[in-house]
């Protein structure tokens, strides 16, 4: 890049190989001059957040559980946050109907935390639901396509359904770095036009080393490469979770595909999910129960969220352990509070 700037809406070499990558990998619909590379997806939300209110929207919905930071988030950004319960299809769409938000936040691929994969059904209902109330869909496709799971393959990208609807958003924090703060949008002309009218407020453009090496990473499928290694060990370690689950938990299952850097775990019926945790922390093992995860942190379902990024195999059956050791199985009869 020389001694110039950045370019505000990211750097062309960059744009063209995500538009490729992204149409060939997740199905995609965009043209490079429809990608815009941002710092991660924390300011994809930060700029979208800036653009709803000029377009009549002062509501986001989101899942309900999702990350509780996006939560956080979306409020202190200015906009209301509606909650939308999950099902193991995704995002209840009747109940978002019932609401009146205009504009959603859906992880599509793997809901995150619970993992599940919304439906082909509950698809063609968002895109309709978003049609119907002259809406928008943001898709949060934070683990990029990370799919492991020999039973299926993995979804593609909602925002090929409806691409003038869907402002499509991925990031390098999974299958790269969370510390190179590198994400990109897919959005349609009038949308992308008023988020990068918006940028020019916030910053001049993403640093332009690591959106060449990126670039450069993708076109000489380097990253295609990375990916097929991350899977097959991601793969692994999905594996040996699903082992020490049976072991340590026996009754619970693991939610979900083979997929991304984490799994929830859905606990056996009147498992005491807060003494779960306290006890795997007093024993060394930070994990948390799905009830971090609600909007109004009370759930009727015990669950564990498990971060599986940095163990190894055998931290694994370690964690597990420790996690189980405060475990018994509830009898029967012991219902939901
Ligand atoms: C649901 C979800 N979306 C997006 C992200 C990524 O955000 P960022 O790109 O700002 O690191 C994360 C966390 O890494 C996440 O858990």
Same mark, same amino acid.
């Given at each position: 890049p020389g001694t110039t700037r950045p370019h505000l809406a990211g750097e062309p070499e960059l744009r063209g190989e995500l538009a490729r990558h992204l149409g060939r990998l997740r199905g995609v619909s965009a043209t490079p001059s429809g990608v815009l590379v941002v710092g991660g997806f924390a300011q994809a939300l930060t700029l979208l957040c800036?653009?709803?209110?000029?377009?009549?929207?002062?509501?986001?919905?989101?899942?309900?559980?999702?990350?509780?930071?996006?939560?956080?988030?979306?409020?202190?950004?200015?906009?209301?946050?509606?909650?939308?319960?999950?099902?193991?299809?995704?995002?209840?769409?009747d109940a978002l109907g019932a609401t009146s938000a205009r504009a959603v936040l859906v992880t599509p691929a793997h809901q995150f935390p619970t993992g599940s994969v919304l439906s082909a059904g509950r698809r063609d209902a968002l895109v309709r639901w978003a049609r119907s109330v002259d809406g928008w869909i943001v898709e949060d496709?934070?683990?990029?396509?990370?799919?492991?799971?020999?039973?299926?393959?993995?979804?593609?990208?909602?925002?090929?359904?409806?691409?003038?609807?869907?402002?499509?958003?991925?990031?390098?924090?999974?299958?790269? $770095?969370? /510390?190179?703060?590198?994400?990109?949008?897919? =959005?349609?002309? @009038? !949308? %992308?036009?008023?988020? *990068?009218?918006? #940028?020019?407020?916030? $910053?001049? /453009?993403?640093?332009?080393?690591?959106?060449? =090496?990126?670039? @450069? !990473? %993708?076109?000489?499928? *380097?990253?295609? #490469?990375?990916?097929?290694?991350?899977?097959?060990?991601?793969?692994?370690?999905?594996?040996?979770l699903e082992e020490a689950v049976r072991i340590h938990l026996p009754?619970?299952?693991?939610?979900?595909?083979?997929?991304?850097?984490?799994?929830?775990?859905?606990?056996?019926?009147?498992?005491d999910e807060a003494a779960l945790v306290a006890g795997a922390l007093r024993r060394g093992v930070l994990v948390r129960g799905g009830t971090a995860f609600g909007a109004a942190r009370t759930r009727a379902e015990p669950a564990l969220v498990v971060g599986h990024?940095?163990?190894?195999?055998?931290?694994?059956?370690?964690?597990?352990?420790?996690?189980?050791?405060?475990?018994?199985?509830?009898?029967?009869?012991?219902?939901?509070?």
């Open positions: 800036a653009v709803l209110p000029a377009l009549g929207i002062t509501e986001l919905a989101v899942e309900d559980p999702c990350h509780p930071g996006q939560r956080r988030f979306v409020r202190d950004n200015g906009v209301r946050v509606v909650p939308v319960p999950v099902d193991d299809e995704g995002i209840d769409v496709d934070y683990d990029g396509g990370l799919w492991y799971d020999g039973r299926s393959p993995g979804p593609l990208a909602l925002q090929r359904l409806a691409p003038e609807r869907v402002v499509y958003a991925g990031t390098a924090s999974k299958v790269l $770095d969370p /510390g190179l703060r590198l994400g990109w949008l897919a =959005a349609p002309d @009038e !949308l %992308l036009h008023r988020l *990068l009218h918006v #940028r020019a407020r916030h $910053d001049l /453009g993403t640093e332009a080393f690591t959106q060449l =090496a990126l670039a @450069e !990473l %993708l076109r000489s499928g *380097l990253f295609d #490469r990375h990916l097929r290694r991350l899977s097959q060990r991601c793969a692994v370690r999905r594996r040996a009754g619970a299952t693991v939610r979900g595909p083979a997929a991304g850097l984490h799994a929830s775990v859905r606990l056996p019926e009147g498992t990024a940095h163990l190894p195999r055998t931290g694994i059956a370690e964690a597990f352990h420790a996690i189980g050791a405060g475990f018994s199985r509830p009898g029967p009869g012991s219902g939901r509070r």
